[in-house]
């Protein structure tokens, strides 16, 4: 059996893994134009702000690359050629294959201002971006960031934690609308302040200036010209499909793929953040973009691959992320746009919060946490965890498993109910009754 | 309220003392800080991606790792052999 991979990102490596668990000799080939392979792309944020040197970056040891027995080949994959199960590479060659993974991830939407192919304009896609990022990265120097999300935010702090002065431009009135709700904006913001990004809300970058092709200035929306030394934008992800639509394989957004991760093609599959999986609870295809299931996708198309029949079954949204310095674990719906018989509601700090199970010590120490809990009529729907993360992993299975919360839901919508008390009691229920008294 | 905090501080010591790192691999992205502020030089990461406790009579428990991963993939879990001893 041939199997080509095309791509070397978390869904291929974690692909491979999966066929080598059934599959001990059949040939895998992996065609990657990443020139530094398998690295933790999530990981560049924390480069940026020196938390991790550049050659801990790789998860994978040289042996564990050679127990994978593969042969790497650095190119470009050029064309699919479905008729005659073979994809040619730049420079020219020609693999076959039998089984075929499209993990060609995705890439930074470009900044589409006048302007935006001068010097010293970053994404942040690779680790070539980064280095570049950090090798103008200077102390005392300006930088301008424009985006609304997470990476966005994590450039901001990159770049601030390099000691350069910040200017952070956004569209929206506060920082994440469609996931923050207010306080929670609030809170990142001043975070973010008091770390001196200047915040520009509302604003967007219009026109890029420049000097002998350097950069060197933005012209906001509001008409002001923010100078600067280096501008870093994240305004979004795009999967990479461009070799499966030329192959003709069904695409939206990205290449569809049913629960086997395989495409409308035989024995093509796809998986990461380039596939659209169908979720059967929404009712249609959706993009990811996370690793943790782009580790999961690779999985179950290397299994399927390998002849190992195996569904992927799209679990409750689930991200983990930074901000402003903050843990923060969103599960679940949390956003805008919710329905009305769900009912939202938070808390801050408080001192019944620090004494959850004492038999697990996650971290501590964080100046703020939050709580955000979205209660449906029969279940917990959604929620936000700020700070301390000991309520993360419970909530992350209430909200999973719908567990029915009739027990609880009235004390939880009690006024200045001690939230964090009545969930870990109740989840210490759940988990007699789900795994009996012997556990837990 | 400072009997709650000794009491608190003696769980956290005793998890420290008693306990392992555990991680949840669903939280991990790999970044490697674990596996970089480890003193003894314990790849973490590696047990963050297999899922595994850090099971190592080199672990100091010094709670480095669990104290910087930035995505709250490691915790101390108690392993609770010796508990009933103790109570």
Redesign the interface.
Known sequence: MRYLILGSGVAAISAIEAIRSVDKSGEICVVSDDPHGYYSRPGLAYYLTGEVEESLLYPYRKSDFERLNIRFYRAIARRILPAERVVELEPAARLPYDKLLIATGSQAVPLRVAGADLKGIHKLDHLNDARAILAQARRGRTAIVTGGGITALELAEGLATRGMKVHYVFRSERYWPNVLDAAESRLIESRLQSDGIELHRQNEVIEILGKNGKFQAVKLADGRLLRGDLLAYAIGIAPRIALAQQAGIACERGILVNERMETDLPDIYAAGDVAQVYDAAAGRYVLDSLWSPAREQGRFAGWNMAGKTSAYVKTVPFNVTRLAGLTTTIIGNVGSGRDEDVLGIARGDSETWRELPDAIIAQTGFEVNRLRLMVGEGHLVGAIVMGDQKLSSPLQALIGWKVDISPIRAALLAPNAPLADILAAFWTQVKQQSFGQGMG | MFE?LF??ER??QQ??SA?QVTP??????????C??NCPIGIDV??HA?LGEAVVNSRCLTCGEC????????L????T?LFAEGKR
């Open positions: 709650r009491h608190h769980a956290r998890a420290m306990g949840d691999s669903s939280r991990c992205v790999q970044c490697g800080i596996s970089f990461r590696r991606w669990v104290a910087r991963c930035p995505r709250g993939v915790i101390f879990e108690r609770d």
